[in-house]
């Protein structure tokens, strides 16, 4: 297992990935450092299909509730089937300092298969955000530094991963997003992701991870109360990917 199961964001997804300088509902799986930096308290759902297999769909759903300057966030997540599951439950708390917010989360992690019974664990992970200059965004985040194995009874450990990047916004329409991820079992990757807004509530969005050489697209509408979002990506002989999220906003702030 890699992270791959672990749910995003339709948003997230459509900008390739490169999502740890952001601060939204989603960052209580993407950096909970920028959780405190969501605009208003809200949930959210989402529903990945991947490669047209339903023994591949996550299925995930987070909340927020924001204050002036933190916010504490839970997430909760399902992939797979009866044959083979993984599911995850996560309480989150970010606060902002100055010109950082920092956070950390705590993680109920289950995976199930059959014929070889069902390993629990706990994961703890923490990131942040700075805002550099108001156009300038840093954000890192590490998941599972503990080293956490999938059980008690396990020799494996589950994945140990560090991301680091920067976020360019020279206005309210355009971000450019470059994120570097490395799994400590893994070779690096580079990601980059592009998001415009075209028209008022319209967004466009694209995303490249390098090594991979996959590609990402999406789009999201956005409402004073409501959010939708949807990415996809194609594999050359498995076919595609689809994303769907919607975020509804409550306590206007």
């Not at 300088?21 to 799986?29: A, E, L, Y």
């Not at 959210?44 to 987070?62: C, G, K, P, V």
């Not at 530094?145 to 059980?151: E, L, M």
């Not at 509530?201 to 390098?210: F, P, Q």
């Amino acid at each position: 297992m890699g992270t791959e199961t672990l749910p995003r964001g339709a948003r997230s997804i459509g900008l390739g990935n490169a999502h740890v300088t952001m601060g939204d509902v989603w960052s209580i799986f993407n950096n909970v450092g920028g959780l405190s930096r969501a605009k208003n308290s809200q949930v959210t759902f989402s529903y990945d299909h991947r490669l047209q297999l339903d023994e591949l769909t996550t299925l995930a759903a987070a909340a927020v509730i924001k204050s002036n300057q933190s916010a504490i966030g839970i997430g909760v997540s399902s992939f797979g089937s009866e044959y083979f599951s993984q599911n995850q439950i996560g309480l989150g708390f970010s606060n902002q300092m100055g010109i950082a917010s920092l956070g950390l989360k705590i993680n109920y992690f289950q995976t199930s298969m059959e014929g070889f019974g069902t390993g629990r664990s706990a994961i703890i992970e923490f990131g942040g955000i700075a805002e550099l200059t108001p156009q300038l965004f840093f954000g890192a985040h590490i998941y599972n530094p503990t080293r956490a194995k999938y059980g008690k009874n396990s020799h494996d450990y589950l994945p140990t991963v560090v991301k680091a990047g920067v976020s360019f916004r020279p206005s309210e329409k355009v971000m450019l997003n470059v994120e570097a991820e490395k799994d400590i079992l893994l070779d690096p990757l580079l990601k980059i992701g592009l998001e415009y807004n075209i028209l008022n509530k319209v967004w466009a969005r694209s995303g490249l991870i390098t090594f991979t050489n996959h590609l990402f697209f999406g789009f999201g509408f956005q409402s004073r109360k409501f959010h939708f979002d949807y990415a996809t990506t194609q594999h050359p002989q498995l076919g595609y990917t689809h994303h769907f999220s919607c975020n509804f906003l409550f306590g206007q702030r």
